[in-house]
């Protein structure tokens, strides 16, 4: 690790004001993927500016019925939270799927949107890596690739995005607020992670000092479902292979309307817009689940090692469009 | 980039210099002596370093010491009174939690956390119904002390020592 200088700002503007005007410096929030990547040497930041103290922490209602969670919301207080529980459990159910006890207790809501990749390679700085290193190459296209994307994915970089948190927000059309240099912007959720194209280092469309304030969740649909499952290769503690966030509202036998997203298949979490199309005022039945599923990844390009994925995550949608729509289920 | 920040750990107040890349649990224990959190994987994967943070179970090895000036830290050795053992510490005894004791420390710590989580009524990824009261049978013991990771496999050991913690 390389040294650095450590600085807690006064308010949100000033922390803004310290990394927008140093191009080596970063924020520090909960530390559990900085800190190892710095370790890692695969982040070097000469100076470290502590957020800790000047984002909110709090979730709070908003005016309609939504709910604003202060960037600095810990993965444990979020998913614990009433309102949370009662309102969007399928966000609980997704950050309880995600970590450890511990990591959770450290984690913060902006931190878990920035988390990086858990590819071998990013993380091996032995290895070329166009992520870490533009231009280095990529190792996973020909390497250990069960982990790779299956959607969206380019020649520069098949890594996957690793939240659970952000998948269920992605599905709950959540709204990010950011704080610059030139004043608060809001990006949607599903504008927010970028897919790698010819630039893979980048993960989101967020630039430098550029500071999450908070994530916004619009009210919940009436009369909704909602569920999230995560597949994985341990019972806890383990990055999904593939997760399903998904809502569902049925009336007279149809679907009235869903919202469904994907982890563990692309660079960024997926929002199935075109299965949510297919599904849309079709009779609730097991073919239109598999048609939909099917139609989202009809475009799915896989390695030697992946393959797996795409019948994984058809059949695990499938699995969770028919748990939200059995009548006494 | 040497600092100078306050820790109390264990209930004793000290004060130390450390480098800004200093992780709070090297300052624990190359800085303090305090030898009770180990460095198991010291990249956040194993939990042989988590202490509480103000009543909070967290990984040492992740947290910054610098960003962590004037916390008060509660490790393994310093959750007793005196000659009498922590309730949690008795049971690992009681149930053999351990074998090799590498990990004990680390598992005592994330169980006192993970009991006072429960206290809490907060969920976890086994709990079926997110809005009832918490039930904390086997399974919810498994998942809530899976960052954990014992090598030499006490697990039947730490889900009974907790268990019976639990009654």
Same mark, same amino acid.
């Given at each position: 690790m390389i040294p650095f200088v450590y600085s807690r700002p006064g308010d949100a503007a000033e922390a803004v004001e310290a990394v927008a005007g140093d191009p080596g410096a970063t924020f520090l929030a909960g530390g559990t993927n900085l800190v190892d990547h710095m370790k890692l040497g695969i982040a070097s930041p000469t100076a470290l500016v502590d957020v800790r103290e000047v984002v909110d922490d709090a979730v709070e209602e908003l005016p309609?019925?939504?709910?604003?969670?202060?960037?600095? /919301?810990?993965?444990?207080?979020?998913?614990?939270?009433?309102?949370?529980?009662? &309102?969007?459990?399928? @966000?609980?159910?997704?950050?309880?799927?995600?970590?450890?006890?511990?990591?959770?207790?450290?984690?913060?809501?902006g931190g878990n949107l920035l988390q990086r990749t858990r590819c071998v390679y990013f993380q091996d700085v032995t290895t070329p890596c166009n992520k870490r290193e533009p231009g280095s190459g990529c190792s996973a296209l020909e390497g250990h690739g069960r982990d790779n994307a299956v959607l969206g994915a380019s020649e520069r970089?098949?890594?996957?995005?690793?939240?659970?948190?952000?998948?269920?927000?992605?599905?709950?059309?959540?709204?990010?607020?950011? @704080?610059?240099?030139?004043?608060?912007? &809001?990006?949607?959720?599903?504008?927010?992670?970028?897919?790698?194209?010819?630039?893979?280092?980048? =993960? /989101?469309?967020?630039?430098?000092?550029?500071?999450?304030?908070?994530? =916004?969740?619009?009210?919940?649909?009436?009369?909704?479902?909602?569920?999230?499952?995560?597949? &994985?290769?341990?019972?806890?503690?383990?990055?999904?292979?593939?997760?399903?966030?998904?809502?569902?509202?049925?009336?007279?036998?149809?679907?009235?309307?869903?919202?469904?997203?994907?982890?563990?298949?692309?660079?960024?979490?997926?929002?199935?817009?075109?299965?949510?199309?297919?599904?849309?005022?079709?009779?609730? /039945?097991? /073919?239109?689940?598999?048609?939909?599923?099917?139609?989202?990844?009809?475009?799915?390009?896989?390695?030697?090692?992946?393959?797996?994925?795409?019948?994984?995550?058809?059949?695990?949608?499938?699995?969770?469009?028919?748990? @939200?729509?059995?009548?006494?289920? | 980039m040497d600092t100078t920040i306050t820790l109390k750990v264990d209930g004793e107040r000290h004060e130390l210099t450390v480098d800004t890349r200093t992780t709070l649990l090297d300052a624990l224990r190359d800085g303090l002596?305090?030898?009770?959190?180990?460095?198991?994987?010291?990249?956040?994967?194993?939990?042989?370093?988590?202490? $509480?943070?103000?009543?909070?179970?967290? $990984?040492a090895c992740l947290a910054l010491a610098v960003a962590h000036d004037g916390a008060e830290v509660t490790t393994a050795a310093g959750l007793g009174r005196g000659d009498e053992l922590h309730p949690v510490a008795r049971a690992f005894l009681d149930h053999d939690g351990f074998q090799c004791g590498y990990c004990t420390p680390g598992q005592i710590c994330s169980a006192v956390g993970m009991l006072a989580e429960a206290?809490?009524?907060?969920?976890?990824?086994?709990?079926?119904? $997110?809005?009832?009261?918490?039930?904390?049978?086997?399974?919810?013991?498994?998942?809530?002390?899976?960052?954990n990771i014992c090598r030499c496999g006490a697990y039947p050991g730490i889900v009974g020592a907790i268990g019976e913690v639990l009654r």
């Open positions: 309609g019925g939504g709910v604003r969670i202060g960037a600095g /919301t810990t993965n444990s207080e979020l998913a614990a939270h009433p309102l949370v529980r009662r &309102r969007y459990p399928l @966000l609980s159910s997704a950050l309880l799927a995600g970590a450890s006890g511990q990591l959770r207790n450290m984690a913060t809501t970089c098949v890594a996957t995005h690793p939240s659970d948190m952000a998948v269920a927000m992605l599905a709950l059309d959540a709204e990010v607020r950011v @704080l610059g240099p030139s004043g608060e912007r &809001r990006v949607p959720l599903a504008d927010f992670h970028r897919l790698p194209g010819a630039e893979p280092e980048r =993960d /989101t469309v967020l630039e430098h000092g550029e500071l999450i304030t908070a994530v =916004d969740l619009p009210a919940p649909q009436e009369g909704a479902r909602s569920t999230y499952r995560k597949v &994985r290769e341990r019972a806890s503690y383990a990055f999904a292979l593939v997760s399903v966030a998904a809502l569902v509202s049925v009336r007279g036998g149809q679907i009235a309307d869903t919202r469904i997203a994907f982890g563990g298949v692309a660079h960024a979490p997926w929002r199935a817009r075109r299965a949510e199309e297919v599904l849309r005022g079709r009779p609730v /039945t097991e /073919t239109a689940f598999r048609v939909a599923a099917e139609a989202e990844f009809a475009e799915a390009r896989t390695g030697r090692d992946n393959a797996f994925k795409v019948p994984l995550a058809i059949n695990t949608c499938a699995a969770v469009l028919r748990s @939200l729509t059995e009548v006494n289920g | 002596g305090v030898y009770s959190p180990k460095k198991g994987c010291d990249h956040g994967q194993c939990g042989a370093c988590t202490v $509480l943070l103000a009543g909070r179970r967290v $990984l206290e809490r009524e907060w969920p976890s990824h086994v709990t079926e119904d $997110l809005e009832a009261p918490v039930e904390m049978d086997e399974a919810e013991i498994r998942e809530r002390m899976s960052g």
